[in-house]
């Protein structure tokens, strides 16, 4: 059975960090391309990062380039996202996310605040 289990949110303040882990399991990880992707408030869906299987090739969403840091550890099975100079509109439920073969498996999120 894949799972897919998030840790790391929480409250911070404006321009503060935040590491979210992603712990994998039920699945060969190594194999897969892994992605981030958060909800805000009362909004939809957005795709956050990616990463490809082997962690040389990364992509952001202009919203957080420059300040968001996708990577992997293919021998822990986990999957990470530093986050620098966190903005208020980075409130969200993060979620990180696995597609096997058009199968979407998501994890219960972790919600990080960033608050004054």
């Known amino acids: 059975e894949v799972q897919l289990v998030e840790s790391g949110g929480g409250l911070v303040q404006p321009g503060g960090s935040l590491r979210l882990s992603c712990a994998a399991s039920g699945f060969t990880f190594s194999s897969y391309a892994m992605s981030w992707v958060r909800q805000a408030p009362g909004k939809g869906l957005e795709w956050v990062s990616a990463i490809n299987s082997g962690g040389g090739s990364t992509s952001y969403a202009d919203s957080v380039k420059g300040r968001f840091t996708i990577s992997r550890d293919n021998a822990k099975n986990t999957l990470y996202l530093q986050m620098n100079s966190l903005k208020p509109e980075d409130t969200a439920v993060y979620y990180c996310?696995?597609?096997?073969?058009?199968?979407?498996?998501w994890g219960k999120g972790t919600l990080v605040t960033v608050s004054s």
């Open positions: 996310n696995s597609n096997h073969w058009g199968m979407d498996y």
